[in-house]
């Protein structure tokens, strides 16, 4: 009994430590730490640039003095013959005499060595794998950029469902408690029975909305989990409330912020397509330059009818060879001057799409800044609507128990708050929101 208690109680002790460590707390700011580091598209991003590298070098490695040895073995399992005439061997004139040349067999040990000397092809492949590098950079600066803009969203979703459901359950709170005193007073025959079904309606409405909210919170999590790279139901802790969020994020600094193109990271993949069209025209111009190579070549030739080849007695014969070759394009039939003519063209269209490109930014540029200008006037105008929406509902909700307003008058009055107050979670989300977007184009992000 005492050892099946311990391991009861190591057994539990393990699943503590397993769901302490398969739960987290995060800020906004250590989400996006997180999610840099662990999401899926930023890992592979990263691992994007190590095999840009790793290309960069092999290209290199092309140019570089190549070693390859070899180790040929020939065993003639019926030697060839050839044939004399007969008078070398002491035969008549006009015969032949059967004879084998060579032993039965042979191998040959060597090693060569190539180099190139020169290839167009090859200079413009360098200048292509530094190209190639730069835009797995960019193209990690782009993903992280997404990534932390995923990240805000999903974020501020989940507090704006949290914040929501407290709303929602205090309104239930509040509904239920007008409607247990309305039903009570309409059986003392002092309020008729269409109040208390117009409350009956609106509390109706509020639970259904209630159960929505709760499966678009679950759904929120779910998501903000996939976008940090965790599991999809692992439990988590938001630090950051929505109101202090928004606060922060209310900067008009960045709305007068440097709106040069180039700085973005779209403009920069954009030029570094242009300068591979680029590069791709070199490389077919560089066809027409002849291509050089050098080569040593050494081994050793073993001979014998028996396989001794490995005998320290063994009578090996060295030989060694240096040449040059050069290769020279003459005459394609034009091919070469088509792909070049090709190239050309789509260098063309790659300086036509930069352009694009630079003014499509421009453009939103100019959205996102408006879009978050408005953003920032939406929040502080749903705030005043809601102050007065609390205040119209509260003089309804009197005026009701008074007898002065009807029951119409106080549901429009509560739909109207309830209206107010999610326009409001709202637009502090979009001040998040479009804060983050202009920040993701602009590329001002400070991490």
Not at 245 to 259: E, F, G, V
Not at 298 to 314: K, L, S
Not at 411 to 438: D, G
């Amino acid at each position: 009994m005492k050892y099946t208690l311990i391991i009861l109680f190591s057994f539990f002790l393990s699943r503590l430590s397993f769901a302490q460590e398969s739960s987290y707390s995060f800020s906004l700011s250590g989400a996006i730490d997180f999610a840099l580091e662990n999401n899926r598209n930023a890992k592979n991003a990263v691992r994007d640039i190590e095999i840009a590298k790793k290309e960069k070098w092999e290209t290199t490695a092309t140019g570089l003095p190549q070693i390859n040895g070899n180790i040929d073995y020939q065993n003639w399992i019926k030697q060839q013959v050839s044939l004399i005439p007969g008078e070398i061997a002491g035969g008549e004139p006009g015969t032949f005499v059967p004879v084998v040349f060579g032993t039965q067999q042979s191998m040959n040990v060597g090693a060569t060595l190539n180099q190139l000397l020169f290839d167009g092809s090859y200079l413009v492949g360098l200048q292509a794998a530094k190209v190639y590098l730069l835009i797995s950079e960019n193209s990690k600066i782009k993903t992280d950029l997404e990534v932390r803009n995923a990240v805000i969203n999903s974020y501020g979703n989940i507090l704006l469902a949290e914040e929501s459901l407290k709303i929602v359950n205090n309104n239930i709170a509040v509904l239920e408690k007008n409607l247990e005193e309305t039903t009570k007073i309409y059986e003392n025959g002092l309020e008729e029975e269409e109040s208390v079904e117009q409350l009956q309606i609106t509390l109706s409405n509020l639970k259904n909305y209630l159960n929505n909210n709760i499966r678009l919170k679950d759904l929120a999590y779910k998501m903000f989990n996939i976008t940090l790279g965790l599991d999809v139901n692992t439990d988590i802790v938001l630090t950051d409330d929505l109101e202090t969020l928004t606060l922060q994020n209310i900067s008009l600094d960045i709305l007068s912020a440097d709106s040069n193109v180039e700085n973005t990271i779209d403009y920069r993949i954009a030029a570094n397509y242009m300068e591979t069209q680029e590069l791709l025209l070199k490389l077919e111009k560089s066809t027409f330059l002849p291509r050089l190579n050098a080569f040593v070549s050494a081994g050793y030739n073993g001979f014998n009818d028996e396989f001794t080849f490995t005998n320290n007695n063994q009578q090996w014969y060295g030989q060694a060879l240096f040449g040059v070759g050069m290769s020279i394009p003459i005459f394609s039939s034009g091919m070469r001057s088509a792909a070049t003519q090709r190239a050309k063209i789509n260098v063309e269209k790659a300086k036509e799409e930069l352009t694009e490109t630079e003014q499509q930014l421009q453009f939103q540029i100019a959205n996102a800044k408006s879009a978050y200008q408005f953003a920032i006037d939406e929040y502080a105008n749903k705030k005043d609507n809601l102050n007065l929406a609390e205040r119209i509902e509260s003089k309804n909700e009197t005026k009701f128990f008074e007898g002065i307003a009807s029951s119409f008058d106080l549901r429009q009055a509560q739909t109207q708050l309830y209206t107010a107050q999610q326009e409001y979670l709202q637009s502090m989300l979009n001040v998040i929101a479009t804060k983050a977007e202009l920040e993701t184009i602009l590329n001002t992000v400070n991490y």
